[in-house]
């Protein structure tokens, strides 16, 4: 049983794979539009998304699968009876041929995945990961930057609570000459698991209190909106905001990221540099998303 569950899964040689079949999707969409012709695809969003659950969902109906889905399965599925995610899953089986989850629980996806009835795709998982936020984030970079090996990277933002940074780093350690800057507010510091996980792979971190200790010829600046549905209590608001001045600082090759959605840490003044490539990153998400599902249901 293939599923989509942790950035972890992932070899330099499988995301070369999804990211070919993905550029195959999107320079020839009709040869894959009834490749799922067969399928549906079961929808389970207990936390809210526009992205990701829209562009499953689009993935979906291009391929020609068909959807069921529950509107917010936090309030509207029978989770809120009490029923677990295990026994959701067990009965899905019965009627869909995928599943993809988004929850609050960081083993969320694990938990689905242990029944193995059928594929489970991780649409976000807590404070933990966003594994196919991730892989469309790589594929980002590979198509504006040329390459993934060499590569200067600063994350800022949320951290502490911010899945898609978390995954990003897995992905991003699996190739050479990589180096991390990070920046954020010391309560949204990246975790040491994290660190430790680099460091590991011979990356080491460079954590920065202010915008003048990032390299000018940074490669990727990758922002996040603070979680703050994560926590209790008010940090603040976010300290490092990009707008024109500060995004002017940097190469005229430096790409700026976000997974979206955006609150106040990237100014819409910059929306129109070539550099900010944030809606774009949001629409690499369909064909990476058309490919993981090929994937897991064997038709690539
Ligand atoms: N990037 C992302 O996960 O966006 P949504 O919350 O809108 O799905």
Request: with cysteine; charged share 30%.
């Given at each position: 049983?293939?599923?989509?569950?942790?950035?972890?899964q992932?070899?330099r040689?499988?995301?070369?794979?999804?990211?070919?079949?993905?550029?195959?999707?999107?320079?020839?969409?009709?040869?894959?539009?009834?490749?799922?012709?067969?399928?549906?695809?079961?929808?389970?969003f207990?936390e809210?998304?526009t992205r990701?659950?829209?562009?499953?969902e689009?993935?979906?109906?291009?391929?020609?699968?068909?959807?069921?889905?529950?509107?917010n399965?936090a309030?509207?599925?029978?989770?809120?009876?009490?029923?677990?995610i295990?026994?959701?899953?067990?009965?899905i089986?019965?009627?869909?041929?995928?599943?993809?989850?988004?929850?609050?629980?960081?083993?969320?996806?694990?938990?689905?995945?242990?029944?193995?009835?059928?594929?489970i795709?991780?649409?976000?998982?807590g404070?933990?990961?966003?594994?196919?936020?991730?892989?469309?984030?790589?594929?980002t970079?590979?198509?504006?930057?040329?390459?993934?090996?060499?590569?200067?990277?600063?994350?800022?933002?949320?951290?502490?609570?911010?899945?898609?940074i978390?995954?990003?780093?897995?992905?991003?350690?699996?190739?050479?000459?990589?180096?991390?800057?990070?920046?954020?507010?010391?309560?949204?510091s990246?975790?040491?698991e994290y660190?430790?996980?680099?460091?590991?792979?011979?990356?080491?971190?460079k954590?920065?209190?202010?915008?003048?200790?990032?390299?000018?010829?940074?490669?990727?600046?990758?922002?996040?909106?603070?979680q703050?549905?994560?926590?209790?209590?008010?940090?603040?608001?976010?300290?490092f905001?990009?707008?024109?001045?500060?995004?002017n600082?940097?190469?005229?090759?430096?790409?700026?990221?976000?997974?979206l959605p955006?609150?106040?840490?990237i100014?819409t003044?910059?929306?129109?540099?070539?550099?900010?490539c944030?809606?774009?990153?949001?629409?690499?998400?369909l064909f990476?998303?058309?490919?993981?599902?090929?994937?897991?249901?064997?038709?690539?």
């Open positions: 049983m293939k599923h989509v569950l942790s950035s972890e992932y070899t040689e499988s995301l070369d794979e999804l990211f070919d079949l993905a550029d195959k999707i999107r320079n020839d969409p009709k040869k894959y539009s009834h490749k799922l012709d067969d399928k549906i695809i079961a929808i389970m207990y809210p998304s990701t659950r829209l562009s499953f689009t993935a979906a109906l291009k391929l020609g699968a068909k959807i069921i889905t529950t509107e399965a309030e509207f599925s029978s989770a809120a009876k009490g029923e677990t295990q026994d959701t899953v067990k009965v089986a019965g009627y869909a041929d995928a599943m993809v989850i988004r929850h609050k629980s960081d083993t969320s996806a694990m938990d689905a995945a242990s029944v193995n009835k059928i594929p795709l991780n649409a976000g998982a404070k933990g990961e966003h594994p196919t936020q991730s892989l469309l984030d790589m594929y970079i590979k198509e504006k930057k040329g390459r993934l090996d060499n590569l200067k990277v600063a994350i800022l933002g949320d951290l502490l609570y911010g899945r898609t978390h995954s990003l780093l897995k992905l991003l350690s699996l190739y050479n000459n990589i180096e991390i800057y990070g920046l954020s507010k010391e309560a949204f990246l975790p040491q660190i430790d996980m680099l460091k590991s792979k011979g990356i080491e971190y954590k920065c209190s202010s915008f003048d200790e990032l390299p000018k010829d940074l490669d990727v600046i990758y922002h996040t909106r603070i703050a549905e994560r926590f209790e209590g008010d940090f603040g608001k976010e300290e905001i990009i707008n024109k001045e500060v995004l600082r940097f190469s005229e090759n430096t790409i700026l990221m976000h997974p955006r609150v106040i840490e100014s003044d910059v929306d129109d540099d070539p550099r900010a944030y809606f774009e990153q949001a629409h690499n998400g990476i998303r058309m490919a993981l599902l090929l994937q897991v249901l064997d038709k690539a």
